[in-house]
């Protein structure tokens, strides 16, 4: 896993308050697509720092689980937030072996299945661990971006990328996974779930005051993918 996640956890959690992509584009375009929090058990699948645990736990929530595979991500949240999250180190490539099957209404899982090799085994635990009527949201990198940054420019290829970026505020790499949109569509349908949104996001209007030109780059350039997902009762 990338540096940035383990050994920069903390300055990862303070460049992500407040900053354009995740502030004030990602996290006001996941949370456009939750509902229903007030008395849901939450699983976040991938939490990070807990930016959005403590969000979630502002709605009321009756259970909130936070998964990560970073040590020190979940230490964090357990640091900031105590016995109110179940929190715990999992590998999401491994699935979710410690949900039990039916128990979570809503699952979010922000920016982080770009991380995640094969897609299906997933979201068939996705499925098992959802609550019939219960719904996923999660979002990821759009796969129209990612396949500028494409080695063999074939997009229906899977193909792990190495970048490096500035997040915070210094160069680290970065490895993730860019598939087309197909391969995430079809991993979710073999589950079982049923996508009842997809967006593209909505940069909101106060980044242009704070940078013009990533502004105009996300108004006009795809950059994330936001899905919904229900498990039909
Ligand atoms: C971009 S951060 C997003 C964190 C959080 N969801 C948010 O939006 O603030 C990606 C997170 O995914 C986690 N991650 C990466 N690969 C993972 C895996 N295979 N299983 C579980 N978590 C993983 C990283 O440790 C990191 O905390």
């Given at each position: 896993m990338s540096d940035m996640y383990t050994k920069h956890a903390h300055q990862y959690d303070a460049a992500i308050q407040?900053?354009?992509?995740?502030?004030?584009?990602e996290r006001p375009s996941t949370i456009e697509l939750l509902?229903?929090?007030?008395?849901a058990d939450v699983l976040d699948m991938g939490?990070?720092?807990g930016v959005y645990a403590n969000w979630i736990l502002s709605q009321s929530v009756k259970k909130l689980t936070c998964v990560d595979a970073s040590s020190d991500m979940i230490n964090l949240v357990k640091n900031k937030f105590g016995p109110q999250v179940n929190a715990y180190v999992q590998n999401l490539n491994q699935g979710l072996p410690i949900e039990a099957s039916s128990s979570a209404d809503v699952i979010i899982s922000p920016l982080?299945?770009?991380?995640?090799?094969?897609?299906v085994p997933l979201f068939s635990e996705v499925y098992r661990v959802l609550k019939p009527g219960g719904y996923m949201v999660f979002s990821t990198h759009h796969p129209f971006n990612d396949f500028s940054a494409s080695?063999?420019?074939?997009?229906f290829r899977r193909e792990l990328i190495e970048e490096t970026w500035d997040t915070i505020g210094m160069p680290v790499k970065v490895k993730f996974y860019r598939r087309s949109l197909m391969e995430i569509t079809e991993a979710i349908s073999r589950s079982g779930l049923i996508i009842s949104r997809i967006t593209e996001g909505c940069a909101d209007e106060s980044i242009q005051t704070k940078c013009e030109s990533t502004y105009r780059r996300l108004t006009s350039h795809p950059n994330f993918i936001f899905f919904r997902c229900e498990k039909l009762k």
């Open positions: 407040n900053n354009i992509y995740n502030a004030m584009f509902s229903h929090l007030k008395g939490c990070g720092s982080v299945l770009h991380y995640v090799e094969d897609l080695p063999s420019s074939n997009y």
